[in-house]
Structures are given as structure tokens and as C-alpha cells.
């Protein structure tokens, strides 16, 4: 006889679900979470070993501390954060004397423009296409990284300040905007060229 599948209307009741031990609230957070947890954390490091272990390390913590997590609106968000600390421990356990939230040298997030997603999503042409990808890369890799968040994610930007370790909210604004003044302006020249 086939089961019925609990349906969640959102993000905190399927939490509370997960807190209170339902096996699959926990199941339908990670087959929802993990493709866009393991896209983010390849972007954050490129040891995609290392990716999936902080991921299923991630999962093992949740499970094992279910019942002391405090409530959250928004897995994602969530996981986002709790993955890129992860992470970036991991890539500085070698340099004890820095502080979690503080970017290794090797920390290196990078963005890939798929062709689809350009042409579905933007219409651009591949010309255009080119010119984006050399106007990105001449963005920081925090810039990136609150880009790839603000508008790949769609995380709003109280989530990409925690995530991301800023102070305000207001530094996840800048990032973003200046990230954007610098597009534009590259997308400008190289169009004029």
C-alpha cells in the first residue's frame, strides 16, 4: 500500500517537521536544497570533493542537532549560510590565525553564463553574451558572489549580508549596486569598441 507524502505550505512548517524528527520533512530539505547547495559551493571552491563532503557534513550536523535548532523562514537561506562557513573552514584550516568569516587567498568564487540561461532568460545575443562575460570578470569575487546570490538565487539582501559575513545590510546594497555600475560601464565601452 502507497504511502501518502506530507505536503509542507512552506518553509517553516516543513522546518518544524524536520525539528520534530520527521525523516521525511529531512529528505524533501535535502533532495530540494542539494543541487543549488552544490552549485553554490562549486562556485565558492572548486574541490568539488570537498564541496560534497561539507554538504553531506552539513546534513549529518542537521540531523544530529535537530531538536536544538531554533526556527528558520527560509532553508535556503539557511543552508547557503551554514554551507559557506562550512566551507571556507575548511579551506582555512591550514591557517589557524584567521578568522572563519576572513577570505583565504585561494578563495576564488566564480560564476559560469550558461548559453541557455542567457538566451531564455536575457535574449542576448552572443556577441552581447561576450561582452558580459569580460565585464564580469572584471568584478571582485565578493561582487560576484552577491550577484550570483541577488540575482541567481534571489536572495534578498539581509540574506546575502548574513551570508556573506557583512556588518549591515547596507554593504550587501553597495556590493551589489557598485558590482552593477561596473557592468554597465564595461558593457558601455566594450559596446562603443
Known sequence: MRQELQSFSDDYEMWQSFKAGSEEAFDRIYNDHFSRLYGYGTRLCPDKALVKDCIQNLFVDLWKSKARLGDVHSIRHYLFYSL????????????????????PANYNFEVTFSHEHLLVHDQLTV????????????LTRRQKEAIFLRFYENLEYAQITEIMS????????????????????????????
Do not use: C, G, M
Open 84 to 103: 559557506r562557513r562550512s566551507i571556507l573552514k575548511e579551506i582555512n584550516a591550514e591557517k589557524k590565525y584567521l578568522h572563519p568569516d576572513e577570505l
Open 127 to 138: 556577441e552581447n553574451q561576450q561582452r558580459l562575460s569580460k565585464a564580469f570578470d572584471l
Open 166 to 193: 557583512l556588518k549591515e545590510v547596507k554593504y550587501a546594497r553597495t556590493l551589489v549596486y557598485r558590482a552593477l555600475d561596473v557592468l554597465k560601464a564595461s558593457i558601455r565601452k566594450l559596446a562603443s569598441i
